[in-house]
């Protein structure tokens, strides 16, 4: 079973405008992953951010997490075109459990 | 630097026939885990191999196997395939060193079964 529940499950809009995608969990994590899959290929790691961190940066990139409510998000800003993909939010459960628990995953199209 | 490889790129096979599938973690990397990701899903953990054994393995039945080599590549066998089993098989590697937090996917096998 999937432990992350993204929304929404799909998003488009115009480039040069901010995608804000969120993802929700059932348990306590040790570390939340971003992952971007372009066209059913390879998952491209984006972020990571631990349980002790609320907010983290990486270009325009943008992750927030909130343990209380179990949710995080992800925002792009500034799109391109070259944005356009599905992203996944993964889970790394407490306990010195390795394996992803991964979402279904936002399609995000950026319209040029 | 390469990063993870895969092949085959794609496959189709028949019912009842048997896979294996290849996968070469990235430079530096002991740790070889695959996931299997069925259309329109987000990838399902199968089971992550280090030091030739398998470590962790998610809720798969006993016809998916696999195999991890001295030089830390893995394969990934399934017998009996179902048509249920297609699906891209994901590898991913990681390292002890780097706390096993960080993940890199190879590009993936995609396995048809008709």
């Known amino acids: 079973s999937q432990q992350g529940e993204e929304d929404p499950q799909a998003l488009s809009i115009q480039e040069g405008e901010n995608a804000t995608m969120n993802c929700s969990y059932k348990?306590?994590?040790?570390?939340l992953q971003w992952y971007r899959q372009n066209s059913g290929r390879g998952l491209v790691h984006l972020i990571l951010?631990?349980?002790?961190?609320r907010e983290k940066h990486s270009g325009r990139l943008r992750v927030t997490l909130d343990t209380s409510k179990k949710s995080s998000s992800l925002l792009i800003t500034a799109s391109r075109a070259a944005d356009t993909a599905s992203y996944f939010c993964a889970t790394a459960t407490q306990g010195g459990s390795e394996k992803l628990v991964f979402g279904k995953g936002t399609k995000l199209t950026v319209n040029p | 630097d390469a990063g993870v490889t895969q092949s085959p790129t794609h496959l189709i096979k028949t019912r009842g026939q048997q896979v294996t599938l290849r996968c070469s973690p990235k430079s530096g990397h002991d740790t070889v885990s695959w996931y299997q990701q069925a259309l329109g899903q987000g990838p399902q953990f199968i089971f992550q191999y280090y030091e030739e054994e398998e470590r962790q393995r998610g809720n798969f039945p006993d016809r998916f196997s696999g195999h991890q080599f001295p030089n830390y590549s893995s394969e990934l066998n399934v017998n009996a395939l179902l048509l249920g089993d297609s699906a891209l098989y994901l590898c991913?590697?990681?390292?002890?060193?780097?706390?096993?937090?960080?993940?890199?996917f190879g590009p993936g096998t995609r396995l048809t079964v008709l």
């Open positions: 951010i631990r349980s002790n961190e």
């Open positions: 348990t306590s994590i040790n570390n």
């Open positions: 991913a590697s990681s390292s002890l060193a780097g706390g096993w937090n960080e993940q890199f």
